[in-house]
T-cell receptor, first 107, second 116 residues
Framework: DAKTTQPNSMESNEEEPVHLPCNHS???????IHWYRQLPSQGPEYVIH???SNVNNRMASLAIAEDRKSSTLILHRATLRDAAVYYC????????FGTGTSLTVIP | DTEVTQTPKHLVMGMTNKKSLKCEQH?????MYWYKQKAKKPPELMFV???????INESVPSRFSPECPNSSLLNLHLHALQPEDSALYLC???????????????FGPGTRLTVL
């Protein structure tokens, strides 16, 4: 199973941009990069996904390195509601969660 | 509608009880999943159903018995559980994985299980 590596925790000031990195050096050509977030006592929530090109949606942007061995989730203006654990997941045949990054947003 | 519902929200059971967790989705997805999540850990895949057939069992003990009666419904039958089985049980659904698609999974809110 393809593995991902993320920092255990990050902090951001409210209304500042946040860049959450993910390394996935063993990614295969057909693996999609998915990002989910999980608020306390809730199920994981889909944020964004991509294959090769950068992607934007109403929640976030996903920047994918040219060699696809890393990606960055960008929250353009962090709010207190963005405090969560963010998971970067490679979806080839199945879905395996790494340890994720716990994001703290400071008012 | 991207909603996956799970019932009950909370469940407390003794080690000799038999109980069931229920999951439902109406997105037309043909793959459904059970995950187990311990406190402060990532979700761990338990079972995958694809087109109502069990396709993956991640070496889960037989005291957990999944069932997929139809394409919208997924059950997890519990019997003779241990206290260490206490966890958040998450259900998810997606289109079946072909290895070439994004097959985004949508998760329910989970059932918080406590085994006494």
């Amino acid at each position: 199973d393809a593995k991902t590596t993320q920092p255990n925790s990050m902090e951001s000031n409210e209304e500042e941009p946040v860049h959450l990195p993910c390394n996935h050096s063993t990614i295969s050509g057909t693996d999609y990069i998915h990002w989910y977030r999980q608020l306390p006592s809730q199920g994981p929530e889909y944020v964004i996904h991509g294959l090769t090109s950068n992607v934007n949606n109403r929640m976030a942007s996903l920047a994918i390195a040219e060699d696809r061995k890393s990606s960055t989730l960008i929250l353009h203006r962090a709010t207190l509601r963005d405090a969560a654990v963010y998971y970067c997941i490679l979806t080839g045949n199945q879905f395996y969660f790494g340890t994720g990054t716990s994001l703290t947003v400071i008012p | 509608d991207t909603e996956v519902t799970q019932t009950p929200k909370h469940l407390v059971m003794g080690m000799t009880n038999k109980k069931s967790l229920k999951c439902e989705q109406h997105m037309g997805h043909r793959a459904m999943y059970w995950y187990k999540q311990k406190a402060k850990k990532p979700p761990e895949l338990m079972f995958v159903y694809s087109y109502e057939k069990l396709s993956i069992n991640e070496s889960v003990p037989s005291r957990f018995s999944p069932e997929c009666p139809n394409s919208s419904l997924l059950n997890l039958h519990l019997h003779a559980l241990q206290p260490e089985d206490s966890a958040l049980y998450l259900c998810a659904s997606s289109q079946p994985a072909t290895g070439f698609d994004a097959y985004t999974q949508y998760f329910g809110p989970g059932t918080r299980l406590t085994v006494l």
